[in-house]
């Protein structure tokens, strides 16, 4: 999980299996998600969408 200060973005990959270990993992998700709606509910109006800054491409410094 990354936190950043326009997005929050989860990576990887996790298995919510049908057994305890499942149920705490997806508890564990549920409070982190919870948690980040109640930020965005708190929070000042939110825009529509986000503009995505242009990115820049720049020669590769390893290339022949």
Do not use: C, H
């Amino acid at each position: 999980m990354e936190n950043r200060s326009d997005r929050f973005e989860l990576y990887g990959s996790l298995s919510i299996t049908r057994d305890q270990q499942g149920l705490a993992r997806a508890r564990a998700l549920r409070a982190v998600l919870d948690q980040a709606i109640q930020a965005l509910e708190a929070g000042q109006p939110l825009p529509e969408q986000l503009v995505e800054p242009p990115t820049e491409q720049v020669s590769n410094p390893f290339a022949d």
